[in-house]
């Protein structure tokens, strides 16, 4: 399974934009799938997850503000980023299980996100 994020970009403070994370190779292996991130000299965190059957969590810095969301039929997953902060600001991962290994298995390359006006 590869995974390919896109979406990143520079926005205004208020702003928004959509990540999606695209599967390939053996896609129905494809577990919880979520989103994490890496601002500069901090560590990776939690952003939001959702499993295949549509349960969602979410780190409390994004609830109300990001939403997740899955295609599993087309092995995608999407991130709604609203209302953006400057501390949104960071290298954001796609992440996902395999039915099989287990959680955490695969990661995305990341894509950039930078809000700031």
């Known amino acids: 399974v590869q995974l390919q994020a896109s979406g990143g970009g520079l926005v205004q403070p208020g702003g928004s934009l959509r990540l999606s994370c695209a599967a390939s190779g053996s896609a129905f292996r494809i577990g919880t799938m979520g989103w994490y991130r890496q601002a500069p000299g901090k560590q990776r965190e939690f952003v939001a997850t959702?499993?295949?059957?549509?349960?969602?969590n979410y780190a409390d810095s994004v609830k109300g503000r990001f939403t997740i969301s899955r295609d599993n039929a087309k092995g995608t997953m999407y991130l709604q980023m609203n209302s953006l902060k400057p501390e949104d600001t960071a290298v954001y991962y796609c992440n996902a299980g395999d039915i099989v290994y287990g959680p955490n298995r695969y990661w995305g390359q990341g894509t950039q996100v930078t809000v700031s006006s």
């Open positions: 959702m499993s295949r059957g549509g349960s969602t």
